[in-house]
Every structure is written in structure tokens, then in C-alpha cells.
């Protein structure tokens, strides 16, 4: 009967997927994005006991704080122009950002060919 209902995500759901996906598409962790987010709401960095703090209600409550919604937002405007610049936002050193589709493909094929090698001589 429970495979039958389907869980409506909250809004807090849809926050917290928001902010994780802003982190790719600027190529920092999470914890790099509240730290700019941060930086560009107060002028500051956080302190690292309050960035603690609010980084464990991210993760345990999935609350957001109005200062990292605003900046995950302005974040998927720039992505959906075509105009997202990280450095912009504060990112000093951007990663690769997300894997292409057949980037993740060859990925998982090499996990998966060194996975079945490291059976195949561990027998």
C-alpha cells in the first residue's frame, strides 16, 4: 500500500535540492557555497561555529537560510541565461562543474571494468 503513495516533496525538498544543484553548477561542495552565499549576503565570511551550525540544520532538516536561497536562485538565473560565471559569485576556483551524460558513461564503465578486474584477481 506504501509503494501506492507517493511523498509530495515540501517546499524545503525543493530548497535544499535547489542549493545542492547551484553547488554543481558552480563546481564547489555545499559547504563552499554557504560560505559565499555568506559572503555575499553579510560581506563577510561566517564564522566556522556558526557555519557549522547552519550547515548541520542544512543537512539534518534540510533549512535553508533566506540568504542561501536568494544566492542559489540568482545562481540558476545566470545558469538558464547562459550567463553563469562563478567568479562572479565569489568562486575563486571553480571545478570542472558537472560531467557531460557520456562523460558519466565512461566513468562508470572504467568503475565498473577496474571493479570486475579487482574480482577477477582477488579470487
Known amino acids: 500500500m506504501?509503494?501506492?503513495?507517493?511523498?509530495?516533496?515540501?517546499?524545503?525538498?525543493?530548497?535544499?535540492?535547489?542549493?545542492?544543484?547551484?553547488?554543481?553548477?558552480?563546481?564547489?561542495?555545499?559547504?563552499e557555497l554557504f560560505r559565499c552565499a555568506h559572503r555575499a549576503w553579510f560581506g563577510e565570511p561566517p564564522g566556522e561555529r556558526e557555519?557549522?551550525?547552519i550547515?548541520?540544520?542544512y543537512l539534518?532538516?534540510?533549512?535553508?537560510?533566506?540568504w542561501v536561497r536568494?544566492?542559489?536562485?540568482?545562481?540558476?538565473e545566470r545558469h538558464?541565461?547562459?550567463?553563469?560565471?562563478?567568479r562572479e559569485f565569489g568562486v575563486e576556483n571553480p571545478g570542472p562543474g558537472p560531467?557531460?551524460?557520456?562523460?558519466?558513461?565512461?566513468a562508470a564503465l572504467l568503475m565498473l571494468i577496474g571493479f570486475l578486474l579487482f574480482?577477477?584477481?582477488s579470487l
Do not use: K, N, T
Not at 60 to 66: A, D, N, S
Not at 70 to 76: G, I, K, L, N, T
Open 51 to 53: 557555519l557549522d551550525r
Open 2 to 31: 506504501q509503494a501506492l503513495i507517493r511523498r509530495v516533496p515540501s517546499a524545503a525538498d525543493r530548497d535544499a535540492e535547489r542549493v545542492a544543484q547551484a553547488a554543481e553548477l558552480l563546481g564547489i561542495r555545499l559547504v
Open 119 to 121: 574480482l577477477l584477481f
Open 99 to 106: 560531467l557531460s551524460l557520456g562523460e558519466q558513461r565512461f
Open 55 to 57: 550547515m548541520a540544520e
Open 60 to 66: 539534518l532538516h534540510q533549512r535553508v537560510p533566506h
Open 70 to 76: 536568494d544566492y542559489a536562485r540568482r545562481v540558476h
Open 80 to 86: 538558464e541565461r547562459g550567463r553563469l560565471d562563478p
